[in-house]
Structures are given as structure tokens and as C-alpha cells.
């Protein structure tokens, strides 16, 4: 027994020193000693001879001598797998890959908008986020103390003169009025701001699209089919839409329309506070005082103009129903939104 020990301990010394780095090496090393030939096979042939009291002993030494082994055989196989080039690299493993990022759910749907409408022959105008009163207020037929500038909490940057940031893009229909002349058609996606406290439901900067057509003979019905044939594209060709009468300064007559909920196909949901229908947008013929402020002749041109929110278009057709997720650059949220234009 005791020289049984003895070689079961050099043996361990001779396995720690047992150096190779490829694959061969390694390959050896098993037959020598894990085999089903290999010496610690033989030692434990010898078992049998061990006295009886100290079979325990014996078998915990062989154990840890063949746990040895093992550990030694691994990292030598270990070593194979990082010799396979001489840097050290192995080029057949797969690579990361890499993330393809997505748009904004925002500009989807602005995109989706400005495709549809350019298929109708309007072309993008833009105007500056920051405003003066008459092109925001004024020229639209609100004169300083009209009630409706309350409904728009404004921030306003200086009071004389008076600038501010714009609380919708309907200030770009001025400035086209103001220089061009009819036939103009526009439509106007752009960042508005009013100073309202976030929520889900609320935000101080938000997305408008302003539409204007200003031409002779331009009538509701052209106003009419024109938001189906928007909404159609937009919801699909099921899409149902009604006009209910409405008022804003700049329009008359004017109207908001609503189109059949898609999320419960008009049953009753939470989108549509279970009426069926949801609001898009304001629209109207454009007001005659209007045409004037800017030197267009209202006896011989009509234009209509319309305007909506992105979120809400987005809120209908994506389902988010929190309006902070827009702005808070959460990838979890982003990652959502792939494809598009
Ligand atoms: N400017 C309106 C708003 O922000 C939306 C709007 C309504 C625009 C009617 C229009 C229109 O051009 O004709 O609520």
C-alpha cells in the first residue's frame, strides 16, 4: 500500500508537469492516462490487493488523482482550441451582429403622411418654430383678446416684439399666403409647443400636419374627398369617416372629422371611449378674411385647410397610448418600430 501511494504521488507531480498545446499533445495525454489502458485503469486494477480496512483510503486517493487528471486533460484540450491560429483568434466562430436601427414612430408616420399627400400633388412647406404673433395668431383671423388664443397656452420668448414658440403649423399657411400666390398646395409637417403639464395624454411640444389648398372653384367636397382618400391610404380602404360642424378663427365653415375606431371596428373600446369613432382632425374652408390679410382676392379664389396631430395618427395606428413615450428615447420602446419609409 504504502508503495502504491507513493507512485499514485508522483504520478500527480508528472501530471501537473505534463505540458503540450495542441491537439496531439492533449490526445496522448488521455491514452496515457485515462485510457481504458492507461495507468490510472491499472491502478485501480490493484485495488483487489489493498487490505479490506484500507480499500476507503485507497479509492479516495484514486479519485482524486483521476479528478487530476481530468482537470489537466481539459485545460490541455482548452489549449488546443486557442491554438488554432497563430493569434490566438478563432475566425470560425459567428460575429455579433450588429443591430439595424429604426425610425422614430413619429417619422414613419410623417413619412406615410407626406408620401400620400405628394401622391395628390401637394408639396412640403415648412415655417420656423419660432413665431411671431401675427403669422401664429393674427393673420389667422385671432386678433389679440380673441377667446380662442386662451385654448392654446402659449410660451412666449419676448412680449415687444412679441415672440413665441408656435402653437401650431397653421402659422405656415400664413407665411405661404403671405408669399405666393394661388394656386398653392401644401401640406406642413412641423413641431408645435403649447405649455401644457406632461401626462399620457398631454405634452408641451407635440407633431402637426397643416394641409392648404387655396385655387378658384376649390370646394368642401374637394376638402371632403381628399381627407377620405388620406384616410383610406393611411386605415385601409374599410376606414369610415364622418364630419361633425366645429369652429376655428381661420376656417368657415369649419368641421372636425372623425374616422370608424380600428382597434374595435366600432363596437365600443377605450381608443373611441366606446363611440365608435375617433377624432383626427380640424378642417374647414379657408376664411375669407384670411385671403384678404394677404392680398389674395376671396370673390375669385376658396381654399380649404386642415390639421392633425402625428401622435394621435400614431396613437390609432400603433396603439401607444402614452404620449411620453415619444420623447423618452427608450430603446425597448424604439426597437418596436422597424420597417417603413
Ligand atoms: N390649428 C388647429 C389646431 O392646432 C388645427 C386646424 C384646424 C388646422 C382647422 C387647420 C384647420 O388648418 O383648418 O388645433
Known amino acids: 500500500m504504502e508503495q502504491l501511494l507513493q507512485q499514485i504521488e508522483q504520478l500527480k507531480q508528472e501530471i501537473n508537469a505534463f505540458e ?18 492507461g495507468i490510472i485503469k491499472g491502478l485501480m486494477g490493484e485495488m483487489k490487493s489493498v487490505p479490506n480496512e484500507q480499500k476507503k483510503d ?8 483521476k479528478q487530476l487528471a481530468e482537470e489537466k486533460w481539459e485545460s490541455l484540450k482548452g489549449a488546443e482550441d486557442n491554438s488554432t491560429t497563430e493569434s490566438g483568434i478563432d475566425w470560425s466562430l459567428p460575429g455579433d451582429a450588429a443591430s439595424v436601427g429604426g425610425r422614430h414612430p413619429i417619422s414613419l408616420v410623417r413619412n406615410q403622411i407626406v408620401s400620400i399627400f405628394k401622391r395628390l400633388g401637394f408639396a412640403i412647406a415648412e415655417g420656423p418654430e419660432i413665431e ?29 416684439p412679441d415672440w413665441l414658440l408656435r402653437t401650431h403649423t397653421s402659422s405656415v399657411q400664413a407665411r405661404m399666403m403671405e408669399t405666393h400666390k394661388p394656386p398653392i398646395r401644401i401640406i406642413c409637417p412641423g413641431r408645435v409647443y403649447r ?22 372653384h376649390v370646394s368642401f ?13 393611411m386605415f385601409g380602404k374599410d376606414v369610415k369617416v364622418r364630419f361633425r360642424p366645429s369652429y376655428f378663427p381661420f376656417t368657415e365653415p369649419s368641421a372636425e372629422m372623425d374616422i370608424s375606431c380600428s382597434v374595435c371596428g366600432g363596437s365600443g373600446c377605450s381608443l373611441c371611449k366606446h363611440t365608435g369613432w375617433v377624432e383626427i382632425l380640424g378642417c374647414g374652408m ?32 400603433y396603439r401607444v397610448n402614452d404620449l411620453r413615450l415619444y420623447s423618452q428615447n427608450d430603446v425597448r420602446f424604439l426597437k418596436q418600430f422597424t420597417g417603413g419609409i
Open 20 to 37: 503540450g498545446v495542441n491537439g496531439e499533445a492533449a490526445e496522448a495525454f488521455r491514452i496515457k492516462y485515462l485510457g481504458t489502458k
Open 58 to 65: 485507497f479509492g479516495q486517493v484514486m479519485n482524486s488523482l
Open 132 to 160: 411671431d404673433d401675427w403669422h401664429n395668431f393674427t393673420a389667422l383671423n385671432l386678433p389679440e383678446n380673441h377667446p380662442a388664443r386662451d385654448m392654446q397656452d402659449t410660451f412666449y420668448i419676448s412680449q415687444n
Open 195 to 216: 405649455n401644457e403639464t406632461i401626462s399620457a395624454r398631454a405634452h408641451c411640444f407635440f407633431h402637426q400636419v397643416e394641409g392648404l389648398y387655396v385655387d378658384e
Open 221 to 233: 367636397a374637394d376638402l371632403k374627398q381628399t381627407l377620405y382618400f388620406f384616410v383610406k391610404e
Open 286 to 317: 379657408v376664411h375669407p378674411k384670411m385671403l384678404d390679410n394677404f392680398g389674395i382676392d376671396s370673390n375669385k379664389y376658396t381654399g380649404f385647410a386642415f390639421g392633425m396631430g402625428m401622435e394621435r395618427i400614431c396613437q390609432i395606428k
